[in-house]
């Protein structure tokens, strides 16, 4: 079976300090990995994918993502959290195999001042 | 542009009632999405159009119809609402017709309570 994982329902860090949120998956031939942030009572908006190239990918906001292809992994990550960056993450994956999405669980991030 | 709307942005049914959740995008997607969110679930796929006139079920379609009217719309119904279907439903579209690589975009989403 496809899944994704994010092993976090929630992840705490302080302003200023790096954080990452981890996300694994499980699906079959060369997947399209993306990520999506989500504040309160608001849809889903994209932060960035990978689908080929350079393992390490640049989105919106300062965040990136580092692909490993050995591990299965897609982990987002950002240099120096902000308070506004406190959200829900939401990892999916791109099967082509079968043409669906498949999203991870979610990862709420709280940073604090 | 509007982008992806939904329709209504909340809703309360009792249980055995019905009604259609509207979705259009005015980008010109060719591939439109149903999902529902429920707590520690993360988003789960109802039902999806490839295209206008097609349409596939989803992980969990069970309880659902959808309708693909043109390309712009892709409304979902619920023909006899029960309190398992009170969630936070989206429909999310893709720009193009070749398969991957796209993200996709997000309506706000219809908040919905079964009672």
């Known amino acids: 079976a496809q899944s994704v994982a994010q092993p976090e329902d929630q992840v705490n860090v302080a302003e200023g300090n790096p954080l990452t949120v981890k996300c694994t998956y499980s699906v079959s031939g060369n997947p399209y990995l993306f990520w999506y942030v989500q504040y309160p009572n608001r849809g889903l908006q994209f932060l960035l994918k990978y689908i080929t190239g350079d393992n390490l990918v640049k989105g919106s906001y300062g965040f990136e993502a580092e692909f490993n292809k050995s591990q299965t992994s897609f982990h987002l990550k950002k240099p120096s959290a902000l308070v506004s960056d406190s959200a829900l993450y939401f990892c999916?994956?791109?099967?082509?195999?079968?043409?669906?999405?498949?999203f991870g669980s979610g990862t709420k991030l709280n940073v604090k001042p | 542009n509007a982008g992806v709307t939904q329709t209504p942005k909340f809703q309360v049914l009792k249980t055995g009632q019905s009604m259609t959740l509207q979705c259009a995008q005015d980008?010109?997607?060719?591939?439109m999405y149903w999902y529902r969110q429920d707590p520690g679930m993360g988003l789960r796929l109802i039902y999806y159009s490839a295209s206008e006139g097609t349409t596939d079920k989803g992980e969990v379609p069970n309880g659902y119809n959808v309708s693909r009217l043109n390309k712009r719309e892709f409304s979902l119904r619920l023909e006899s609402a029960a309190p398992s279907q009170t969630s936070v439903y989206f429909c999310?579209?893709?720009?193009?017709?070749?398969?991957?690589?796209?993200?996709?975009?997000f309506g706000p989403g219809t908040r919905l309570t079964v009672l």
């Open positions: 980008m010109n997607h060719n591939s």
């Open positions: 999310a579209s893709i720009p193009r017709e070749e398969r991957g690589g796209n993200e996709q975009f």
């Open positions: 999916a994956v791109y099967s082509y195999n079968f043409n669906k999405f498949y």
